[in-house]
C-alpha cells in the first residue's frame, strides 16, 4: 500500500494534481435516480477558504471538473450562510461539522482577549491552549481546547469507535475545527518543512513521505500558469499602497515557501495528502463509515494578498476545479462509495482600488482612528485617564475589550465616551454593547432576513466575546490605506459578501437539484449525519437536516 502512496506523491511533484489523470467527471445521473439508500463509507467535508458564493456563481459557467460535477450533479445550495456576524476562518470552520453557531462552539473569532490573563498582549489565539507551558500569541501550542461542542467525526466514534476521523488543511485552524479533539489525525500546513500536527505527535511514515514530496516540488521553480480564457478580462494591473496587484500568474523561484502557499500549488499539495491517506488508511473500505475533512487554504490567501477579482483569484478557481476532478476521479478509481459536502468559511471582499476603477466610486478604507490603539488613545483622553490603554481589540472592527482594572466609574465612562465617538463616526454602521446582545434571543428563520443584532448573537459567547462590537457600514474594507502591506483585502463583516457561501452534496447516483433559498453552513452536519443514520439531538445543534433527495423521498425521515 504504502509503495502505491509514494508512487503516487513523486508523480505529484512532477506536475500539478489535476494534470495527472484527466479532469472527467462520471456520466451524469438519469431523471429516475436518487439518493443511494445505504449510508455512504466514506464523508470528504471540503472547506474552500474565502470562497464566497459571488466567486462561486462569477466562474460557474467555465467549470469543467471537480467543480462542474458538484454544481451539475449534486445537491446546490448557491445561497449558504456563514449566518454570524464574525465571518473568519476559525468561527467558520468551527460551524461547518458541529451543527453550531459561534454562540455555542465558543469559536467566536480567530483572536480573542482575555484581560485576566498574564500575557502582555491578553490575546488568546482560537485554536491554542494558552495554560500549556511556553505558549504564546505568536508562538502558541496548537490545541482544540476551545471547541466547546463535538464535531461530526466525534459523533461518529463515540457511536462506533472503529470509525476513522482525518483532518488535513492548509491552516492548523482548519483541520482542529473540521476533525475536533477525538480525531485520529489532524495535520496542517506548517511551514516549509511541511506538514504537522499538535505538539508531542509522531510524525508517521505517510506523512514524513508526503513531506519529502513537498520539499522535492518546493525545490523545482515553478514558471507559473497559463491564463484561462476567462481570466483575459481580469487581466490589469491595480495600484493598492505601495503594491499593484491584478496580473500575476504564480510564478516562483526554487525554494520559496511564501510564493507556494499564496498559490495553487499548496491546494494541489494537501489534495495530494488527503488522497494518500485515503489509499494508506483504507478510508471507505471498512464495514463502518470513515470521514475526512479538508481544509483548502489557498483561496483565501490569495484573496487577502491580491484581492478577489484579478488574475490570481480567476487562476485559483480554474485550478481548483481542476485539482478537485482529479481528486474525485482517484476516489472513482478506488470504487470508494464517498459523498462530498463543499463549502467555505467565510466569503470575500475585493480590494477598495480595484472597485473603485470597476464602477464603485464609494468603495474606501477604513479610519485609521478605528483601530484599536487609536480609538483606546481617544478614549481614555476624553475619559480623564491620558495615556492609559483602555480598550483592547483585534482591528478596527468586531469584538473591543474595556480594561478591566478600571474602576466602575472609569469603565461606565469609557463606555459611554467610546458608544459616542463610533457611534458619531460616518464609517460606522452601529455598536452594540454586550448587555444588548445576551438580552437577544438566539435568531431563527431565514438567515438572509436577520438583522444585524441577531448576527451578532449568532457570534456571542459570554465568557470570550467583547464589551463592545463595532461593525463597520459596507463598502468599508477594514484595512487602513497606512496599513496596506502583504495583505490588500479581508473578510470579517456581518454584510452579504463576506455571509454567503455555496454549499454543494454530491454523490454518485443522487439525482441533481438546485435550491436558491438561504440556508445556513450549520446545517450541513446534520444532513451527513442522517444518510449515515446518526442520530443527533436536536437541543444540541443550532442546524436542521436539508433533504438531499429531490423529489419524493426525505433523506431526514426519521432522522
Wanted: charged content about 20%.
Amino acid at each position: 500500500m504504502l509503495k502505491r502512496v509514494a508512487a503516487t506523491l513523486l508523480l505529484a511533484t512532477a506536475m500539478p494534481l489535476a494534470a495527472q489523470s484527466p479532469a472527467s467527471s462520471p456520466a451524469p445521473a438519469s431523471a429516475a435516480t436518487s439518493m443511494p439508500a445505504t449510508p455512504p463509507k466514506l464523508i470528504v467535508a471540503i472547506s474552500v477558504d474565502q470562497f464566497s458564493a459571488d466567486l462561486f456563481s462569477e466562474y460557474r459557467q467555465y467549470y469543467s471538473a471537480g467543480l462542474k460535477r458538484l454544481t451539475e450533479e449534486g445537491a446546490v445550495f448557491p445561497r449558504g450562510y456563514q449566518s454570524h456576524a464574525a465571518t473568519e476562518t476559525c468561527p467558520g470552520h468551527s460551524t461547518i461539522l458541529t451543527g453550531s453557531r459561534p454562540s455555542r462552539t465558543g469559536i467566536i473569532a480567530n483572536t480573542w482577549f482575555d484581560l485576566s490573563t498574564g500575557r502582555a498582549d491578553k490575546a488568546v489565539y482560537c485554536a491554542e491552549d494558552e495554560t500549556q507551558p511556553g505558549s504564546s500569541s505568536d508562538k502558541y501550542v496548537a490545541s482544540p481546547v476551545h471547541l466547546r461542542v463535538p464535531t461530526l467525526g466525534g459523533r461518529m466514534k463515540a457511536a462506533n469507535p472503529a470509525t476513522r476521523v482525518v483532518s488535513v488543511s492548509g491552516k492548523d485552524r482548519a483541520a482542529i475545527m473540521m476533525g475536533g479533539p477525538t480525531a485520529d489525525q489532524v495535520w496542517w500546513l506548517g511551514g516549509p518543512q511541511g506538514y504537522v500536527s499538535y505538539k508531542g505527535v509522531a510524525t508517521p511514515p505517510l506523512v514524513a513521505r508526503v513531506n519529502d514530496v513537498m520539499a522535492q516540488r518546493l525545490a523545482q521553480a515553478n514558471a507559473g500558469f497559463d491564463l484561462p480564457m476567462q481570466c483575459a478580462a481580469k487581466d490589469f494591473p491595480v495600484r493598492a499602497g505601495d503594491r499593484t496587484v491584478g496580473t500575476g500568474r504564480f510564478a516562483r523561484a526554487a525554494g520559496d515557501y511564501k510564493a507556494f502557499r499564496i498559490s495553487p500549488e499548496q491546494d494541489a499539495m494537501t489534495l495530494a495528502f488527503a488522497a494518500a491517506a485515503i489509499e494508506a488508511m483504507d478510508l471507505g473500505k471498512q464495514a463502518q463509515t470513515d470521514i475526512i475533512s479538508i481544509g483548502l487554504s489557498a483561496t483565501d490567501y490569495i484573496g487577502h494578498t491580491y484581492g478577489t477579482e484579478g488574475t490570481e483569484s480567476c487562476i485559483q478557481v480554474d485550478r481548483l476545479d481542476k485539482e478537485l476532478g482529479a481528486f474525485f476521479d482517484r476516489l472513482d478509481k478506488d470504487g470508494i462509495d464517498y459523498v462530498v459536502v463543499l463549502t467555505a468559511d467565510h466569503g470575500g471582499h475585493d480590494l477598495p482600488e480595484r472597485y473603485r476603477l470597476n464602477a464603485i466610486p464609494m468603495e474606501q478604507r477604513v479610519d485609521m482612528a478605528l483601530t484599536p490603539k487609536a480609538l483606546s488613545d481617544s478614549v481614555a483622553a476624553k475619559a480623564g485617564l491620558p495615556g492609559k490603554k483602555v480598550i483592547w481589540g483585534d482591528g478596527p472592527s468586531g469584538d473591543l475589550y474595556i480594561d478591566k482594572g478600571l474602576t466602575a466609574a472609569q469603565r461606565a465612562r469609557v463606555e459611554a465616551e467610546a458608544l459616542t465617538l463610533l457611534r458619531a463616526h460616518p464609517q460606522v454602521e452601529t455598536v452594540f454593547t454586550k448587555a444588548q446582545i445576551a438580552a437577544t434571543p438566539s435568531p431563527s428563520g431565514p438567515p438572509e432576513s436577520w438583522t444585524l443584532l441577531q448576527e451578532a448573537r449568532a457570534s456571542f459567547d459570554p465568557e470570550r466575546s467583547g464589551d463592545l462590537l463595532l461593525l463597520l457600514k459596507p463598502r468599508v474594507m477594514a484595512i487602513p490605506e497606512q496599513a496596506v502591506m502583504g495583505t490588500v483585502a479581508t473578510h470579517g463583516s456581518p454584510w452579504d459578501a463576506d455571509r454567503r457561501v455555496p454549499i454543494l452534496f454530491w454523490r454518485k447516483g443522487m439525482r441533481h437539484f438546485e435550491q436558491p433559498m438561504g440556508v445556513e453552513t450549520v446545517d450541513i452536519m446534520p444532513s451527513l449525519a442522517a444518510l449515515i443514520a446518526l442520530p443527533v439531538p436536536k437541543d444540541q445543534i443550532d442546524g436542521r437536516c436539508l433533504d438531499l433527495i429531490a423529489g419524493d423521498g426525505d433523506s431526514c425521515a426519521g432522522k
